[in-house]
């Protein structure tokens, strides 16, 4: 018997995580990119427990969705890939309603899902019925989109700040982020 | 959005990153990353399933309550299929003809001008 084969109860070998890293350099590399994207990394990582019970907390929410724009094409379910529909500042919205926010500017997996459900990328509406059920003490008044930059400079110097600042400036004791 | 966990972190917020790309994640290096073996796109639960979705958050908030030092990794049990065959897709080259590498380049470009004319009308808005 192969030490793949039945009995062993393996899952097949590409049933991994994506290796995104090694895909997005060979990818661009192979469109003609010679400088590879330089991923942020840092051998140190800040820590900071909750001081407080989660029932108590104040929590942010931030994304990396863009508010739906009418006048900038096609953004989905199912669009393409739309770098018009991009934004370059930190903006926020009124938690305790619902928002019509996209990620067709995002490099989402277009092969296997369509952004047909913004539940599946913002969890706005799911974190306020955790408020609503005590599991967290309440959502800050506003959640805020983060800009996705592809310049790191831009990132730490302009918008990790303002993120900081607009959560603090609501008291927020802990956020959840979601990527895209 | 790593590098903003990293700087509320740093200022006194608990953070706690839902996220897809578990590689890129865990390379920039975070607090906290609840991780779904989900196509890029789905870090808050599968489509259109709020027992997916309900998980998906409780996930995250247990996480944000008990996670034991920095970088702290979860994965949620969930599957987005029993066929993982949907892994090999996303951005393999080898899976690309040269005419699709070619107009994909072609496309690419395209995006970097309408996306670079944003950002520039973004900085005037600012600087008027």
């Given at each position: 018997m192969s030490q793949t084969g039945p009995g062993f109860g393996f899952a097949p070998e590409a049933d991994a995580p994506v290796p995104y890293m090694q895909r997005i350099r060979d990818y661009y590399l192979a469109l003609g990119y010679a400088t590879p994207y330089r991923w942020a990394h840092y051998a140190e990582v800040p820590f900071r427990a909750l001081t407080r019970p989660l029932a108590e907390c104040r929590v942010a929410l931030i994304t990396t969705a863009a508010p739906y724009q009418p006048d900038k094409g096609d953004q989905g379910p199912g669009a393409p890939y739309n770098g018009a529909a991009k934004f370059y500042r930190v903006y926020s919205g009124d938690s305790r309603i619902d928002h019509d926010v996209r990620i067709s500017h995002l490099g989402i997996d277009r092969a296997h899902t369509t952004a047909e459900d913004s539940n599946s990328w913002f969890p706005l509406p799911q974190l306020r019925r955790c408020a609503a059920a005590a599991r967290i003490g309440e959502v800050v008044p506003r959640f805020h989109g983060a800009p996705t930059n592809r310049s790191h400079r831009t990132t730490l110097d302009q918008d990790c700040p303002e993120l900081l600042a607009r959560c603090r400036a609501d008291g927020a004791d802990a956020a959840l982020l979601v990527a895209n | 959005m790593s590098l903003a966990a990293r700087h509320l972190e740093e200022n006194g917020i608990a953070t706690v990153v839902m996220g897809c790309a578990k590689d890129i994640v865990e390379f920039v290096g975070v607090p906290r990353f609840l991780f779904s073996d989900f196509p890029l796109g789905n870090a808050a639960g599968r489509p259109r399933d709020p027992q997916s979705q309900a998980i998906t958050m409780e996930l995250a908030l247990r996480l944000l309550e008990?996670?034991?030092?920095?970088?702290t990794t979860v994965q949620s049990p969930l599957r987005w299929s029993e066929d993982p065959s949907w892994k090999l897709d996303y951005s393999n080259i080898e899976r690309l003809s040269p005419d699709e590498i070619r107009r994909r380049r072609k496309e690419f470009d395209r995006q970097k001008e309408v996306a670079r004319d944003v950002r520039d009308q973004s900085a005037a808005a600012r600087s008027s």
């Open positions: - | 008990a996670a034991p030092a920095a970088r």
